[in-house]
């Protein structure tokens, strides 16, 4: 069963995240389903939808892969990256063309062969750093030596 979970997980990345098909949304997850992004307030499918728009316009070449899938009973857990550029408004941060590594951790919930729950945690500092938001945080591969404790 976990195979058709897997299965169930990559056609969602495939058709939801990489092509914003929100009919596959509607036909993958469950009515009640809910997402949670970090600590933000959960989003039904009316706010997914909103959301799946936002990151399409933001990001048009939005494309992620599955590094990594572990299964267990019904719940999916993947790894993704990828590189999108940065050609829309963000969360109210204007377009800078810049292109940018994003990555994430999503947990997948399954009831009734259907996405339930998404939970994720995305590397969102990364993403601000890379679009020149948080230019005052340093690298870590270019702390002075001398300066650290």
Same mark, same amino acid.
Not at 27 to 48: F, H, I, Q, W
Not at 107 to 130: N, P, S, V
């Given at each position: 069963?976990?195979?058709?979970?897997?299965?169930?997980?990559? %056609?969602?990345?495939? %058709?939801? =995240?990489?092509?914003?098909?929100?009919?596959?949304?509607?036909?993958?997850?469950?009515?009640?389903?809910?997402?949670?992004?970090?600590?933000?307030?959960?989003?039904?499918?009316?706010?997914?939808?909103?959301?799946?728009?936002?990151?399409?316009?933001?990001?048009?070449? =939005? %494309?992620?892969?599955?590094?990594?899938?572990?299964?267990?009973?019904?719940?999916?857990?993947?790894? =993704?990256?990828?590189?999108?550029?940065?050609?829309?408004?963000?969360?109210?941060?204007?377009?800078?063309?810049? %292109?940018?590594?994003?990555?994430?951790?999503?947990?997948?919930?399954?009831?009734?062969? @259907?996405?339930?729950?998404? =939970?994720?945690?995305?590397?969102?500092?990364?993403?601000?750093?890379?679009?020149?938001?948080?230019?005052?945080?340093?690298?870590?591969? @270019?702390?002075?030596?001398?300066?650290?404790?």
């Amino acid at each position: 069963m976990t195979n058709n979970f897997k299965a169930l997980v990559h %056609q969602y990345v495939k %058709q939801v =995240w990489n092509k914003g098909d929100l009919a596959a949304f509607d036909s993958l997850t469950m009515p009640a389903y809910k997402y949670y992004l970090g600590g933000l307030p959960e989003r039904d499918r009316v706010g997914m939808h909103q959301f799946i728009k936002m990151i399409h316009e933001a990001f048009p070449d =939005w %494309q992620v892969q599955i590094v990594d899938i572990i299964a267990e009973e019904n719940k999916i857990a993947i790894l =993704w990256h990828g590189h999108v550029t940065h050609k829309g408004v963000f969360q109210g941060i204007p377009p800078t063309g810049k %292109q940018i590594t994003v990555s994430g951790i999503n947990i997948y919930h399954i009831f009734d062969g @259907k996405i339930a729950t998404e =939970w994720e945690h995305t590397d969102t500092l990364g993403m601000l750093q890379q679009l020149g938001l948080l230019s005052h945080i340093v690298e870590p591969n @270019k702390i002075d030596k001398e300066s650290s404790i």
